[in-house]
């Protein structure tokens, strides 16, 4: 059905239209996911523009501000790198190597490792989510790579009696000492801490782009032969621990089913079914395989009865549903009578669009895995998007893993680490 009876051009819709209306929702708020100390220092949700001007320091930065906690140099001169960031298949990991390459002025061979989302071991970067990964997350690590090299540079000064505007750096080599001297950054600092921070009053001066090596390069990602060829355990799922049993949850057929009755005779006879474990409504397996897993939970869908009162109704009546079911209305901003601008408008575009009900969901089953290690630690693997957001809330703990680690989902002894992708 046609809207209109004839085309108008960008700028006719501009210049006749009193008032354009869009609505839309945003899955939570990234300025509200980010540290309080942090937030409050993000004009526009972005972060604060250090004196003089330059690219805004970063909220994540600014709450965690040692360069120890971003990157490291071990003995032989090679630089790991420690971000907050997960990879969620997004290709981050390259990007960061092509920053911290650059800012640092490394060979790209000269990265060893990075080491994404573990509680305990990298910052604490909030959600890995809305598409700012290497906005933030890149950029604190661009301005600890910077520190951390006018640091070495400072060191080398000191050690020759130069100014360090006379040095420059190459491969992680420092030029310009007496006679032609040259240290390494191995030599200066592998194997040892930092021990400074990136000061907000005085930032690290970054380098100017037209002096990239890297960045803005098309670059493979380091990461595709260990995904194609699966010469090690990659993926959550690939993980095998000893004694490791495996656990399946049998889902209700529709939201907020109530379970009536669960015969579990037939499944408890599946050879490797350790337990079926009932709280409610929540039904789960433990097995010595998947397989076993598997084949409990088909078997308990079978026959079990639910009572279900809020059913999906069919995918043809899905649009009238969404608009008629409960729901509640949340205002972003109102900054004017949207009613009365209305009235005023010169004309008024009408248009309904509407796409297929979708699931927001895993392209293959979710996974954790709870580790009890002696002493009483737990190392939990999780598919989280935020792993410390993950290790302080119970509730998040107890849905991944079952009843298994909630207990200690806010003890310091719990580590968190993302599933690897």
Not at 130 to 149: D, F, H, K, P, Q
Not at 170 to 197: E, R
Not at 331 to 354: G, H, L, P, W
Not at 356 to 375: F, N, R, V
Request: one cysteine or more; charged letters at 15%.
């Amino acid at each position: 059905m046609a809207i209109l009876d004839k085309d108008i051009t960008r700028k006719e819709f501009l210049a006749g239209a009193g008032l354009l209306v869009v609505g839309f929702s945003l899955a939570g708020n990234l300025v509200g996911a980010m540290p309080a100390a942090a937030a409050s220092k993000i004009p526009g949700g972005t972060g604060s523009p250090p004196p003089g001007g330059g690219p805004p320091l970063p909220p994540d930065l600014m709450s965690t501000p040692t360069v120890d906690s971003w990157l490291t140099v071990d003995s032989n001169g090679n630089v790991n790198i420690l971000t907050g960031k997960v990879r969620l298949g997004q290709g981050i990991g390259i990007a960061f190597e092509q920053i911290v390459a650059d800012e640092l002025d490394i060979d790209l061979s000269q990265i060893a490792s990075i080491t994404f989302g573990t509680t305990g071991e990298t910052p604490p970067e909030g959600y890995t989510a809305g598409s700012t990964s290497v906005e933030i997350g890149g950029m604190s690590l661009r301005y600890a790579s910077a520190a951390a090299r006018e640091y070495l540079v400072g060191l080398a000064a000191a050690k020759w009696h130069v100014h360090p505007s006379t040095l420059t750096v190459s491969k992680g080599v420092i030029h310009g000492g007496p006679g032609g001297a040259t240290v390494s950054y191995a030599t200066l600092i592998g194997g040892k801490k930092f021990n400074i921070t990136v000061n907000p009053a005085k930032p690290p001066t970054l380098k100017s782009p037209a002096d990239y090596e890297y960045v803005g390069k098309p670059l493979p990602r380091l990461a595709i032969p260990s995904i194609m060829f699966a010469n090690e355990p990659y993926y959550l799922h690939n993980i095998r621990l000893p004694g490791m049993l495996h656990g399946r949850v049998l889902r209700p057929p529709s939201p907020w089913a109530q379970l009536l009755s669960l015969p579990t005779e037939n499944a408890s006879k599946i050879e490797g079914v350790v337990k079926i474990v009932k709280n409610g409504s929540f039904v789960g397996v433990i097995a010595e395989t998947e397989w076993a897993a598997i084949q409990a939970v088909a078997v308990l869908r079978a026959e079990s009865k639910w009572g279900q009162t809020n059913q999906f109704p069919p995918m043809a009546e899905i649009n009238t549903f969404l608009r008629t079911a409960l729901h509640s209305d949340v205002r972003e901003f109102d900054t004017f009578d949207v009613d009365q601008s209305m009235k005023k408008a010169a004309t008024v575009i009408k248009a309904d669009y509407s796409v297929p009900y979708l699931s927001h969901g895993t392209m293959g089953p979710s996974c954790s895995i709870a580790w009890l290690h002696k002493g009483g630690k737990w190392t939990i693997y999780d598919g989280t998007q935020g792993p410390n957001r993950f290790r302080e809330t119970p509730g998040e703990a107890r849905s991944r893993v079952l009843d298994l680690a909630s207990r200690h989902a806010g003890d310091p002894l719990v580590r968190v680490v993302p599933a690897p992708h």
